[in-house]
Nanobody, 121 residues
């Protein structure tokens, strides 16, 4: 069993930065990623990283602004979010999967409880 606990969300102004963290317990060698869900919208992929941290991928909407990374020893994944926009406002979920990557909802085996990010204009 894997448990994921997110932290680092908050309320910021447009242009600011935030760093989300996701601490995992249980088995460590999972692909991990971040998804988000805005009110009234479906959950969408944000970023993913493979088990070693060597491979990353991003949604077009965040490419160049967000960076995903992981500390394998600490079993923690981070999402550094820069140049935040009001459109980034959402509940952000940490995700883990037994496959090569977690690039889509159906590839996720475990979810965190979510951390809220609100960006004001």
């Amino acid at each position: 069993q894997v448990q994921l606990v997110e932290s680092g969300g908050g309320l910021v102004q447009a242009g600011a930065s935030l760093r989300l963290s996701c601490a995992g317990s249980g088995r460590t060698l999972y692909s991990m990623g971040w998804f988000r869900q805005a009110p009234g919208k479906e959950r969408e992929f944000v970023a993913a990283i493979n088990w070693s941290g060597a491979t990353t991928s991003y949604a077009d909407s965040v490419k160049g602004r967000f960076t995903i990374s992981r500390d394998v020893a600490k079993n923690t994944v981070y999402l550094q979010m820069n140049s935040l926009k009001p459109d980034d406002t959402a509940l952000y979920y940490c995700a883990a999967g037994r496959g090569v990557r977690v690039g889509a909802v159906h590839e996720v085996d475990y979810w965190g409880q979510g951390t809220r990010v609100t960006v004001s204009s």
